[in-house]
C-alpha cells in the first residue's frame, strides 16, 4: 500500500494550470514538503508536482473536438477514478473544468473515498440551473469561489463556501499594457 500523498490536484485545462500554480505556490510557502501529484501543465509540474497525467491529454477545443473526444476522455476519466480510489490522498482538488471533476467527484463519493474533495471555481450554476448545487453540497466537502457574488448562491446549503479572489485579475492588473490603456481613455 502506498502512502498517503497529501494532495491530488486535477486541471483539465491550461486556465486551470495557471490557476493550479497559484495555489500550489501558497500552499508550498505553507509547507515546502506537500506531496503533490496530479493532472496538470507545464506551470504546475514546474513547481515539482508529480504528474499521474499530463494535462495536455485533456484538452479539447471546440463543439467538434469534445465529440471526438468523448472515448478518450471516458478512458482518461476510468484511469485517473481508479489510481484514486487504489491511492487515495489526504485532500483532491478540482479546478474548475466542471463536466468531468463534478462526475468524478460524484463517482468518489458513491465509492466512499476517504480524501477531502474541494472544487475551485464554481461552475456557473446560475446558467446551468440549481441541479448542480444539490449535486455539490452532496459530493463536496467544500467549494473555492473566484467571483464574490457566488457564495450567497449557497446559502440555503450545508457546503462550506469561501470566496478565494481571482489570481488571474490580479495578474491582469499587474501587466504593463494596463497603464497604456489609461492612455487611451
Known amino acids: 500500500h502506498h502512502p498517503l500523498k497529501d494532495l491530488f490536484i486535477f486541471a483539465g485545462e491550461m486556465s486551470g494550470d495557471l490557476l493550479g500554480e497559484k495555489l500550489l505556490q501558497s500552499l508550498l510557502k505553507i509547507d515546502p514538503n506537500l506531496d503533490v501529484e496530479g493532472v496538470g ?5 514546474a513547481l515539482g508536482m508529480k504528474p499521474f497525467l499530463k494535462m495536455e491529454e485533456f484538452e479539447v477545443m471546440g463543439f467538434v ?21 487504489k491511492n487515495p490522498p489526504k485532500k483532491i482538488v478540482f479546478i474548475d473544468y466542471p463536466g468531468f471533476n463534478l462526475r468524478m467527484a460524484k463517482v468518489l463519493r458513491k465509492k466512499k473515498i476517504s480524501s477531502k474533495m474541494f472544487q475551485y471555481v464554481c461552475p456557473s450554476v446560475w446558467a446551468y440551473g440549481k441541479g448542480r448545487i444539490a449535486t ?16 450567497a448562491l449557497f446559502d440555503q446549503t450545508s457546503l462550506p463556501v469561501t470566496y478565494v479572489g481571482n489570481p488571474l485579475t490580479k495578474k491582469i492588473a499587474d501587466h504593463s499594457y494596463h497603464s497604456n490603456w489609461r492612455k487611451v481613455y
Open 41 to 45: 501543465g507545464p506551470k504546475m509540474r
Open 65 to 85: 473536438d469534445v465529440f471526438s473526444s468523448l472515448p478518450k476522455l471516458f478512458k482518461l476519466f476510468k484511469k485517473v477514478k481508479a489510481h484514486l480510489l
Open 136 to 151: 455539490m453540497e452532496k459530493t463536496l466537502d467544500s467549494l473555492l469561489t473566484i467571483l464574490p457574488f457566488e457564495p
